[in-house]
């Protein structure tokens, strides 16, 4: 720094030190005219307080995204008649389900313990979105082939800029409103699915309960994820700083969703609303006095999203990648791949010579 430069650092200095004794507020950064010519004057037009510019980067992440889009890859599991196609329409506000994509579509999926996959993609004020459904078992092997042909791609010598995902982001596990507990089955399938995929329960057509069996219900489910170690989405252990964890806390307070699902309008009080009519009246499906549909959509799409694919990607992902990379029989041959060279000398030799 010239001398001038440290006159006016010094000057600054003692400026900013008297309105501190003063008791004064400093509003914004002023400088009177002598000083601000003195600073004109080496300076050159540089505005050393100015406007950088780094907010900037959200604009920037929001275009790359708007351009390609991103893959949101949720699970729908329960028995068959409990609404997982309805939900995940309803969800979306668009014909996702197997059903709805199929014309003429007649035949009943039966009640197996077979996985359907559909592929949908979602587009919303230009940003796309691609959603993958899958309906019941065989899930555990499915959950870790996503991981597995994920992993064969990261370790690609020559790995695709854009690695397609497929891993699933979400599992929404459906529980038939019976106004008890956790089925055994139920117990099981979550303790094993919790270990490797993001789990939400729902409460389906949670309108057959009436407001205080539906909270009796959510209390005994809660003490039976308590009690038998059952892991749902969002642990306390993921909650990255106070602000998280409150609202994560009001979350967990709420789960299991108690949700209704259809793609049905109806007319109520002069707007068309989501709902389902009953010789009570119509229940609104995004009407929180009614059911906690919105408070599920707001997790997933609105709050959590992003949460739940870096969850996955950094943590159960992670945790895939690390036992099978220290599996004794986990090898480049296994995994397909092969080095660009013949053999691990002339691989040597070369890198030697480019150092």
């Known amino acids: 720094m010239t001398k001038q430069e440290e006159n006016f650092v010094e000057l600054c200095a003692e400026m900013e030190e008297k309105e501190i004794e003063q008791g004064q507020k ?3 950064v002023g400088l009177c005219k002598p000083v601000l010519d003195l600073q004109m004057s080496f300076i050159k ?11 900037a980067v959200l604009d920037q992440m929001r275009r790359k995204t708007m351009k390609a889009g991103f ?10 008649g409990l609404g997982k196609s309805t939900l995940v329409n309803t969800l979306f506000k668009s014909k996702v389900s197997q059903k709805s994509c199929t014309p003429n579509y007649e035949e009943k999926i039966s009640k197996t313990v077979k996985l359907h996959s559909i592929s949908h993609m979602i587009e919303e004020k230009g940003v796309k979105m691609k959603c993958w459904q899958e309906s019941w078992e065989p ?8 991981y597995e042909k994920y992993l064969r791609e990261e370790m690609n010598v020559h790995r695709k800029r854009r690695i397609p995902d497929s891993r699933v982001h979400c599992c929404i596990y459906f529980l038939p409103a019976t106004g008890h507990r956790l089925r055994p089955i139920d117990v099981e ?13 729902v409460i389906a057509k949670a309108d057959t309960l009436t407001i205080e069996e539906r909270q009796e219900f959510k209390e005994r489910i809660r003490q039976d994820f308590v009690a038998n170690g059952i892991r749902v ?11 998280d964890h409150i ?23 002069g707007n068309k609303v989501l709902g389902r009519k009953t010789k009570w009246g119509i229940i609104e499906v995004e009407n929180r006095a009614h059911c906690e549909f919105a408070s599920l ?59």
């Not at 893959?71 to 068959?80: A, C, D, L, P, R």
């Open 26 to 28: 400093k509003k914004e």
């Open 45 to 55: 037009g540089t505005d050393l307080f100015g406007y950088v510019g780094i907010e």
């Open 71 to 80: 893959e949101f890859n949720i699970m729908v599991v329960g028995q068959s």
């Open 139 to 146: 899930i555990m092997k499915y959950v870790n082939e996503q």
């Open 189 to 201: 399938f979550m303790k094993r699915l919790g270990k490797i995929v993001s789990i939400v329960p």
């Open 233 to 243: 989405y969002p642990q306390k252990e993921y909650d990255e700083d106070p602000e």
């Open 247 to 269: 609202l994560n806390d009001r979350i967990r307070e709420s789960i299991p969703f108690a949700v209704v699902g259809t793609d049905k309008e109806h007319q109520v009080n």
């Open 297 to 355: 959509r707001d997790l997933l799409i609105r709050s959590h999203l992003q949460d739940l694919k870096d969850v996955t990607h950094s943590i159960l992902y992670e945790t895939y990648r690390v036992q099978r990379l220290n599996e004794s029989n986990m090898s480049f041959n296994e995994l397909g791949l092969s080095w660009p060279l013949e053999n691990g000398t002339a691989g040597k030799s070369e890198s030697e010579s480019h150092l």
